[in-house]
């Protein structure tokens, strides 16, 4: 294991040398210490899935679906998982890298110590996450992405575009919003209670503000 720091927060992270991984090359083989490479698996259903220790790279995943099961020590690497589903799923000590998830659906899965970093989430919906340890979005798109319900305290989205993404009756206390686009966000301002931001992002802050409470500003 290795660990990763995205502000103030201390992520652990899985150390996966490909050598040391067994090639599948078929998604109904065991999905341990293995080794995905190019696999085009579109619209596979994993039910109850371990997927433990492996490394996948460059798979196409879009339009699969996970019912429970969990990721655990896992790198993901341009991978496409656009269109996806995962309820009830747990991804643990995991890095999710430079892969699409566009329009994927997330409901009820839980997070810890997992890292996004310069992936697409555009159009996703995620419904009641649970981060139970450090959770990090990094250099990530989000725009016009849907959050409802989630708990997920101390988040980091460092760097991200958020533009036209909403949240609703998320709790996000504590959560690290330096260097991300806020122009378009839309949420009540409850959901940002206890938030860090940087001064840049005050402006942003402000006409949240304004919107939120449908003042009308005049110059007059």
Not at 9 to 23: E, G, K, V, Y
Not at 46 to 59: D, K, L, N, Q, Y
């Amino acid at each position: 294991m290795r660990t990763t720091t995205v502000g103030d927060m201390t992520i652990l992270l899985p150390d996966l040398d490909p050598d040391d991984l067994d090639s599948v090359t078929d998604p109904t083989d065991s999905l341990v210490e293995a080794l995905v490479e190019d696999a085009s698996w579109r619209g596979t259903q994993f039910e109850e899935s371990s997927v433990h220790s492996s490394r996948i790279t460059g798979a196409d995943l879009s339009e699969s679906t996970w019912e429970a099961g969990a990721l655990y020590g896992c790198e993901i690497v341009r991978t496409d998982f656009s269109g996806a589903t995962l309820t009830g799923t747990t991804i643990e000590r995991s890095a999710v890298i430079g892969s699409r998830l566009t329009g994927v659906r997330l409901t009820d899965v839980r997070l810890k110590d997992v890292l996004f970093d310069s992936c697409r989430f555009d159009y996703a919906t995620l419904q009641r996450i649970v981060a139970a340890g450090s959770v990090a979005f990094t250099d990530c798109t989000l725009t016009n992405a849907t959050w409802s319900s989630c708990r997920l305290p101390g988040v980091a989205l460092r760097s991200c575009d958020l533009a036209g993404m909403e949240l609703d009756s998320c709790h996000l206390n504590g959560a690290d919003l330096r260097g991300s686009r806020l122009q378009g966000l839309k949420t009540p301002l409850e959901n940002l209670r206890g938030v860090a931001l940087g001064e840049d992002q005050l402006s942003d802050l402000s006409q949240l503000a304004v919107d939120a409470l449908g003042l009308t500003v005049r110059s007059d």
